[in-house]
């Protein structure tokens, strides 16, 4: 089915109201009754060759919302541009296309329900969008206290009603990740499946097994990366990668429980107090052993400020000290529901001697640690950097003797931006894991049918897409037009148009996936609602043009 006749079921489907219908509503009366006219807005998104998903999905939510009278113009960008418009220019765009990516520390909620919308982040950490409310910074904060799961599963609903009403998102879908390998270089059945993650996960690339001569496990990433640094990632594609070469005190395992990693044991002496007895013989990259020390400045690194991403995570330790040769003993400042998930299983180890003088040189700067990039990064992981280059190749060497080595001798990364190509290498065989495919599934499965070497897999993703508008900017500062904008994207035809059929409507910063604490309410589509909403809120349509309310005029120029 074409794009253009998508639009015309998805306006049979909101209720047959066109711009025409919504024009007859004008009159040289209302012009005096209303505010000044509305600018145009600028929706940016990945570009089209790299994400055809995400840019196809913006095209579906412009046409939706220029049926309210809104000048609406959609600019695809390369990923890293946008990521750096939206995460260090906060006050300089309008909406943005947006995705939380699963990651298995996101399968305890608190880092999507604390650390997306408390306050504390809006600066500089993860709530980028301006979004403030007293009233869910108190849930935020109590659903973090609370150790009875039953009260504080109560809690997490009360979070995902807050954000349904104030909606600081505009949900769009929770994605089905699909992914295909090539079972005559990987043996299928060490291929790990993992909770809310699908199978391009970090226990299928540290484990899987060659089932031939090849020793190279070669997947791609439809984008550039921002950088290799344990104390700031920005998407996905940084993550891959900062899971292999930087160790945890724990991880999640696949079947998405927090497990010990680096961390032989983990005890709890009281609700606020516990033990981590270190594995012995852990070393850094460079050589140099990896001590107590280490351990201890890896969770005060990021408490000091020079690490937005990742203070929120450490703000509950009131303190640490060493307990013989081997221990660290962990003094929370209040009982932590998530602390062995959202923190232990989260920070990454970082060596003293190299991030102490980086974090020495930033102090009386502007810049943070998320600026900057190792020469060579170092951690202790079961794979090294043995070289990169951001925006082609990551080639990652195994360390043979970690403690838990990596079966293949190589991971590398290609980064191949547009989706047919990358296809293309897989069916040559230039990759063997396609990681990372935002193309339609089905000329996949028709891959799968031609060359039955090649399997495919797909899971719904524990992370969502979604639309994010900028509160800092009018009129996206108004709960009654975010309301507005939401109630006109049909989610269902969403999940149909852009992702073909591979994924599930979203409605909630708790991905469906995480099926205990998911609130299922859904929003429905209804673009005379809509209008319904703005008409009551003020909103007038003169001359096919949405106005303020009376009294408000624009205070913004359209973004160049």
């Not at 624009?554 to 973004?559: A, D, K, S």
Request: charge should be neutral; include cysteine; proline fraction near 7%.
């Amino acid at each position: 089915m074409t794009l253009t006749a998508f639009l015309s079921r998805r306006a049979l489907l909101l209720g047959g109201t066109s711009l025409a219908a919504a024009a007859a509503l004008d009159s040289p009366a209302l012009a005096q009754q209303t505010g000044g006219p509305i600018r145009r807005i600028v929706l940016t998104s990945a570009a089209q060759a790299s994400d055809p998903q995400e840019f196809q999905a913006a095209q579906l939510v412009a046409q939706a919302w220029r049926q309210l009278g809104l000048d609406v113009e959609v600019r695809g960008l390369p990923r890293p541009q946008l990521s750096d418009i939206v995460w260090r220019n906060r006050d300089r765009w309008d909406t943005t296309m947006w995705r939380m990516v699963g990651r298995p520390e996101r399968s305890d909620p608190d880092e999507l329900v604390y650390n997306l919308f408390h306050s504390s982040t809006r600066e500089t950490g993860f709530n980028f969008v301006g979004y403030q409310n007293p009233a869910y910074d108190a849930v935020a904060e109590a659903q973090r206290r609370e150790l009875d799961q039953e009260r504080r599963r109560t809690l997490i609903n009360e979070a995902q009603q807050i954000i349904m009403r104030d909606v600081p998102y505009l949900f769009l879908v929770y994605p089905q990740n699909v992914v295909a390998f090539n079972a005559q270089i990987i043996r299928p059945e060490t291929v790990v499946d993992q909770a809310g993650i699908g199978q391009r996960n970090f226990w299928t690339f540290s484990g899987a097994e060659p089932a031939g001569a090849q020793r190279d496990l070669i997947c791609n990433a439809a984008e550039a990366l921002n950088a290799i640094n344990p104390l700031y990632i920005s998407g996905a594609i940084d993550s891959w990668v900062t899971d292999l070469v930087w160790d945890r005190l724990m991880r999640v395992g696949p079947d998405g429980l927090p497990r010990p990693w680096a961390a032989e044991s983990v005890t709890y002496v009281n609700p606020t107090t516990l033990d981590v007895k270190m594995r012995p013989g852990l070393k850094w990259h460079d050589g140099q052993p990896m001590t107590l020390d280490d351990v201890i400045f890896s969770f005060q690194a990021p408490a000091g400020g020079k690490s937005p991403m990742y203070r929120p995570f450490v703000i509950n330790i009131a303190g640490m000290e060493k307990s013989g040769d081997d221990t660290v003993r962990f003094t929370l400042r209040q009982p932590s529901s998530s602390f062995l998930t959202a923190t232990l299983a989260k920070i990454n180890l970082i060596p003293k001697h190299v991030w102490e003088p980086v974090l020495a040189r930033l102090e009386g700067t502007p810049q943070n640690a998320e600026s900057y990039q190792e020469p060579m990064p170092i951690g202790s992981g079961p794979f090294k950097v043995a070289r990169f280059r951001l925006h082609e190749e990551v080639l990652l060497e195994k360390v043979a003797d970690h403690f838990a080595p990596p079966k293949f001798d190589r991971w590398i990364m290609r980064i191949v931006t547009n989706t047919e190509a990358a296809l293309g290498m897989l069916r040559r065989g230039e990759i063997n894991f396609l990681s990372d495919y935002r193309g339609d599934p089905a000329l996949l499965q028709a891959l799968s049918r031609q060359s039955p070497a090649i399997q495919v897999a797909a899971a719904t993703d524990m992370g969502f897409r979604f639309v994010a508008p900028n509160l800092r900017r009018p009129p996206f500062d108004d709960v009654n037009f975010r309301r507005a904008l939401m109630t006109t994207i049909n989610r269902n035809l969403m999940v149909q148009a852009a992702w073909n059929g591979f994924a599930v409507p979203a409605n909630s910063h708790v991905s469906a996936a995480l099926t205990a604490w998911h609130l299922p309410d859904q929003h429905r589509a209804n673009i005379q609602q809509a209008r319904q909403i703005l008409e009551e809120a003020g909103y007038r349509v003169v001359n096919g043009r949405l106005h303020y309310p009376a009294g408000r005029q624009e205070t913004l120029q359209p973004l160049q």
